[in-house]
C-alpha cells in the first residue's frame, strides 16, 4: 500500500546532541510537510516542501532544519536538541497544495530528550 | 487569521450511544474542512472532509456537514463502539495563499462497555 513511513518510531537523544528523524513516501507527492505535536496539543507546523522549495514558519526556532534530496525522503534535523523539544514529530504528504488536497500523515516518530 | 475551536473533552459515552463533537471555525474565503482521528500513540488519520458549503463528509459511520452559515462542521455517530476511543481533531485548510492545516485543540473520546 501506498503511505507515509517514518523511522524510528521512538527516538531517545541527550540534551545538545543532534539528531535527525526520517520521513520516506511512496504516494509521489509534491508537497511534504513536518508538524510538532506537544502531549495533549494540537499538531503545529513545522515547515513544508513544495517539490524542492522549502517553506518556513515564521515562528520556527532556527534549531529545527529540515532536508529533502529527493521526492521521496525528507529528514527533520534538530542541531541542538532541548528538553522543550520532546514531542511527537509527524510527517505529511499532500499531493498539491490546493486546500482541497488531503494531507495524509505518517504514525510520527515520539522524540525523547535526556 | 483562521481558527478552529472545537469542544472542550474529554468525552466519555457508553457503547451504542449517539456522539457530537462539536467544531466551528473562523477563515477567509471557502476552506476545506477536515476531521482526523489519532488513536494512542499513532499519527493522525484522515476520518472525513468536506471542501464546499452543504457537502457532507461520511466514513466509518461518522458524518459531518459543512454548514457555511453557521461556520460549523459537527462530527456525528448514531452508535459508537468501544474502538471509536481516541482524540478527534477538527481542521480547516484555507485556500488564500495558506497551505497549512489548521487544527482544534482535540477532543478525546472514551467509550465504555
Known amino acids: 500500500d501506498a503511505m507515509v513511513i517514518q523511522n524510528p518510531r521512538y527516538q531517545v537523544t541527550q540534551f545538545g546532541k543532534p539528531v535527525t528523524l526520517s520521513c520516506s513516501q511512496t504516494l509521489n507527492h509534491n508537497v511534504m510537510y513536518w508538524y510538532q505535536q506537544k502531549s495533549s496539543q494540537a499538531p503545529k507546523l513545522l515547515f513544508h516542501y513544495y517539490d524542492k522549495d522549502f517553506n518556513n514558519e515564521a515562528d520556527t526556532p532556527d534549531n529545527f532544519q529540515s532536508r529533502r534530496p529527493n521526492t521521496s525522503f525528507c529528514f527533520l534535523d534538530i542541531r541542538s536538541p532541548g528538553l522543550g523539544d520532546a514531542a511527537m514529530y509527524l510527517c505529511a504528504t499532500s499531493g498539491d497544495r490546493d486546500s482541497q488536497e488531503t494531507q495524509y500523515f505518517g504514525p510520527g516518530t515520539r522524540l525523547l530528550v535526556l | 487569521g483562521n481558527s478552529v475551536t472545537q469542544m472542550e473533552g474529554p468525552v466519555t459515552l457508553s457503547e451504542e450511544a449517539f456522539l457530537t463533537i462539536n467544531c466551528t471555525y473562523t477563515?477567509?474565503?471557502?476552506?476545506?474542512l477536515f476531521w482526523y482521528v489519532q488513536y494512542p500513540g499513532e499519527g493522525l488519520q484522515l476520518l472525513l472532509k468536506a471542501t464546499k458549503a452543504d457537502d457532507k463528509g461520511s466514513n466509518k459511520g461518522f458524518e459531518a456537514t459543512y454548514r457555511k452559515e453557521t461556520t460549523s462542521f459537527h462530527l456525528e455517530k448514531g452508535s459508537v463502539q468501544v474502538s471509536d476511543s481516541a482524540v478527534y481533531f477538527c481542521?480547516?485548510?484555507?485556500?488564500?495563499?495558506?497551505?497549512?492545516?489548521?487544527f482544534g485543540t482535540g477532543t478525546r473520546l472514551t467509550i465504555i462497555p
Open positions: 481542521a480547516l485548510r484555507a485556500n488564500f495563499g495558506n497551505e497549512k492545516l489548521t
Open positions: 477563515a477567509t474565503g471557502y476552506p476545506s
